[in-house]
Each structure stands twice: as C-alpha cells, then as structure tokens.
C-alpha cells in the first residue's frame, strides 16, 4: 500500500509517469523502506495507463466488496447451534447497551448536546 500510496503522492504532485527513484525518494522521505520488487510490480502494471482510468476500474472493482460489519458475530453463533446461538444475541445486546450509556455519558460530561 506504501508503493501505491508513493506512486499517487508523485502523480499528484505532477509526475505523471514517475520512475523507481522518485518512489524510493518519497518513501524515503518518511523514513519507509523502499521494496524494489513491489515498486517495480506496480511500475510494470501501470506503464502506459492513465491514473483516473485506472482509480476508476479500481472504484468498480471495491463497489462489489462487501463492506458490512457486525454480522459476523450472529453468522458464527448460528453456524455452530444450539446454545451458543441464544448466548450470541444476549451478548450483542449487552455490549449495545455499553455503547448506549457510555455516549450518555461524555454527553453529561460537555455540558450541552449537539440535538438538543
């Protein structure tokens, strides 16, 4: 992720086709290490392609990503039966009330609400 990260910082920064050293130069910069491997992977599969074109692919590519959460809990508990199916649900509902009065909390703390 450094590499790529390196690599749109230099396009960014209006190096429209940098080279190894100037991705080594900027990880460097930030005191990472430079992978020439991974640098030069990156630079052979973007030669001669266009940034937005390929930002673009990669946003359709994550769109089909499912990016949800908290349902691995309840997917596990179902998985493996019986009681520890009734225990998952329990288990959420204790650590949602947690939440609940925690954010009451800081809330008292402040002085004011943001909704009031």
């Given at each position: 992720?450094?590499v790529v990260a390196a690599y749109l910082l230099a396009v960014?920064?209006?190096?429209?086709?940098?080279?190894?050293?100037?991705?080594?130069?900027?990880?460097?910069?930030?005191?990472?290490?430079?992978?020439?491997e991974r640098i030069e992977l990156l630079l052979s599969e973007?030669?001669?392609?266009?940034?937005?074109?390929?930002?673009?692919?990669?946003?359709?590519?994550?769109?089909?990503?499912?990016?949800?959460?908290?349902?691995?809990?309840?997917?596990?508990?179902?998985?493996?039966?019986?009681?520890?199916?009734?225990?998952?649900p329990a288990a959420a509902e204790a650590k949602k009330e947690?939440?609940?009065?925690?954010?009451?909390?800081?809330?008292?703390?402040?002085?004011?609400?943001?909704?009031?």
């Amino acid at each position: 992720m450094k590499v790529v990260a390196a690599y749109l910082l230099a396009v960014l920064g209006g190096n429209a086709s940098p080279c190894a050293d100037d991705l080594k130069d900027i990880l460097g910069s930030v005191g990472a290490e430079a992978d020439d491997e991974r640098i030069e992977l990156l630079l052979s599969e973007v030669k001669g392609k266009d940034i937005t074109e390929l930002i673009a692919a990669g946003r359709e590519k994550l769109a089909s990503v499912p990016a949800g959460g908290g349902g691995g809990v309840a997917v596990a508990a179902v998985s493996a039966g019986g009681g520890a199916a009734a225990a998952a649900p329990a288990a959420a509902e204790a650590k949602k009330e947690e939440k609940v009065e925690e954010k009451e909390e800081s809330d008292d703390d402040m002085g004011f609400s943001l909704f009031d």
